[in-house]
């Protein structure tokens, strides 16, 4: 597995730490994207974009990105066409947003949810795999628009 990338913005420094301690222990490997490892003051539209044009670039399958609700950086990441973020709040959303949608990214709130949930969700969605079937259709139908709208 490529490392996962992994980016957060001011409201999630300590969220993310945990969040990597927890990877890093399991043997992961982590390429940070924070707004404290790029310039100083970056927003989370430049963490978000950074992550998501890094797994654009191929330099990564997976990304997490951490802001204060998770809602920011999903919107932003889901800019960069080719990409889909989902926001993941619960085991089964992470699940679903990648057995139904194919995300490659999952975001999170550090100001919605706590630590070890975040762990439950990440362990979730990295063991969670696109299934194919009747969400190919649909994830298909998605990279059409994105296509299409790209241009």
């Not at 222990?25 to 998501?52: C, F, H, M, R, T």
Request: hydrophobic share 40%.
């Amino acid at each position: 597995m490529k490392p996962i990338a992994i980016g957060a913005d001011d409201a999630a420094f300590e969220f993310r730490n945990s969040i990597v301690d927890y990877l890093t222990k399991q043997g992961i490997e982590i390429v940070d994207y924070s707004s404290d490892k790029q310039v100083k003051n970056a927003l989370y539209p430049d963490v978000a974009n950074a992550v998501a044009c890094s797994i654009k670039e191929g330099k990564h399958e997976r990304g997490i990105l951490i802001c204060g609700t998770g809602i920011g950086v999903a919107i932003a990441a889901n800019k960069i066409p080719g990409i889909r973020a989902a926001q993941c709040h619960d085991v089964f959303s992470a699940e679903r947003a990648r057995k139904s949608n194919n995300a490659q990214i999952m975001t999170m709130g550090a100001r919605v949810i706590g630590v070890e949930l975040a762990k439950k969700l990440v362990q979730a969605w990295l063991n969670s795999e696109f299934e194919g079937g009747g969400s190919t259709a649909k994830v298909e139908r998605i990279n059409h628009y994105d296509q299409l709208y790209s241009k």
